[in-house]
């Protein structure tokens, strides 16, 4: 697909532009307004293919639960091998779009890979998630970042009392969510590890508060987020804070995202590898299938 639409596609789905604009500008690239219509299909998540690891796997145990931030329930979607034992927990941190069927399928992935898993759901105040991305999204945008960052911290005592946890417990996220991840690595002193897959940067003058080791991942082709890497970078440096960044050339935001038009798999797949190295070493192994 032509670069200009992903990015003017990015640019839309992040708010920088509006509905209006966008369709303006995308008729102007697809060259008619019957083009561009032709397009948005393609331009949309299918949910279709968000099932790796199906939601009935008879080697999971999967449940819905609720619990306390400040006085507000937040709903998450926790799974875990149905073998019984203790094992290290991650929090999963969705896109701007919320709980959706893709985000539900990596929490999935992780859980068999023998990690205690929980998908939040940060629209869960509101509702939850709704089945409608764009209004995921203008639901996203109606939240305040600090509070939210605040609530999803409060998942890492949860996990770590949780009666089949070790304790450890770590976050991933994507997009929204790996800048949330950034967020909760300076307010959480007891989460152990964060991984970013291209969130927005945290603030500089927050980074000596953290303590977990960070694993970032960034798409080379994503202008819009990798200008905040420098001075991210430099500002955990400088707080001697324990940090990996991979940028992955070629390839766009999203790029772990395999219901999108923007999903590359060899990248995808080399990212996924690291994460789960990253928490073994930061979490400790996990038991497996």
């Known amino acids: 697909m032509d670069q200009r639409i992903i990015d003017l596609n990015d640019s839309f789905t992040h708010g920088v532009l509006n509905r209006r604009d966008f369709m303006d500008r995308l008729t102007t690239i697809a060259g008619s307004s019957a083009a561009a219509l032709a397009l948005l299909p393609m331009l949309q998540n299918d949910y279709?293919?968000?099932a790796i690891i199906p939601a009935d796997d008879a080697r999971l145990a999967i449940d819905t639960i609720t619990y306390d931030a400040n006085g507000t329930k937040i709903t998450g979607y926790l799974a875990r091998l149905r073998t019984k034992g203790k094992r290290p927990a991650v929090?999963?941190?969705?896109e701007n779009r919320g709980l959706n069927p893709h985000i539900k399928d990596v929490t999935r992935r992780l859980a068999l890979d023998g990690f205690l898993a929980l998908g939040v759901d940060?629209?869960?105040?509101?509702?939850?998630?709704p089945g409608d991305e764009d209004k995921g999204r203008e639901m996203i945008a109606t939240l305040k970042p600090d509070e939210t960052a605040q609530q999803i911290a409060a998942a890492v005592p949860f996990l770590a009392k949780h009666a089949e946890s070790t304790g450890n417990v770590g976050a991933i996220g994507f997009c929204w969510g790996g800048g949330m991840v950034n967020r909760i690595a300076a307010l959480s002193p007891d989460m152990k590890a964060g991984v970013a897959y291209y969130g927005a940067q945290g603030a500089a003058a927050q980074v000596p508060n953290i303590h977990a080791a960070l694993l970032s991942h960034y798409a080379g082709l994503d202008q819009r987020i990798n200008a905040g890497i420098p001075a991210y970078e430099a500002a955990l440096k400088?707080?001697?804070?324990?940090h990996t960044i991979h940028i992955y050339p070629e390839v766009n935001h999203a790029f772990n995202n395999d219901t999108s038009e923007r999903y590359n798999k060899a990248a995808a797949d080399l990212a996924w590898s690291r994460t789960l190295a990253f928490f073994t070493e930061h979490l400790g192994a996990p038991p497996k299938a």
């Open 48 to 50: 279709a293919r968000a």
């Open 91 to 94: 929090i999963v941190i969705h």
């Open 122 to 129: 940060m629209l869960s105040p509101l509702g939850g998630t």
């Open 238 to 242: 400088a707080a001697n804070k324990r």
